[in-house]
Every structure is written in C-alpha cells, then in structure tokens.
C-alpha cells in the first residue's frame, strides 16, 4: 500500500484536478492526464521502481502491479 501511495503522490504533483485520475481496464491501472514530459527525470526513475511504465503508444503511465490482485 505504501509503494501505491508514494506513486500517487507523485503524479498527484503533475496531474490537473480531474474527476477521473485513475482507470482501470484487463488489470491494468492506468493514470490519467500525466505525460511523461512534465515529470521530472528524478521521479520517473522512481516511478519506474514502483513498477509503473510509460507507455508511448498509448501516452499513459500504467501498472499491472497495482492493477490486479
């Protein structure tokens, strides 16, 4: 729980308020709204060790870790 917390936090920093950060589809969170080009190269790289990835086709950050149980 912690490591899931620590990562929205993260993009908490960089996201526009939204109703809809989060979705969730095939066990896949996915966060809404947070290109990889306004986050920092600091938290990228701390992101990543919190198993989250860039996906460039798609232009989101996502996780399986946090997406399926």
């Given at each position: ?6 990562a ?11 109703r ?50």
């Amino acid at each position: 729980m912690k490591d899931l917390i620590e990562a929205l936090t993260i993009f908490a920093k960089y996201q526009k308020d939204t109703r809809w950060p989060t979705f969730c589809d095939h066990d896949i969170l996915i966060i809404m709204g947070v290109g990889k080009d306004v986050v920092s190269v600091e938290d990228q790289a701390r992101l990543e060790k919190l198993d989250f990835k860039w996906d460039d086709r798609e232009q989101n950050w996502y996780s399986f870790r946090f997406g399926s149980s």
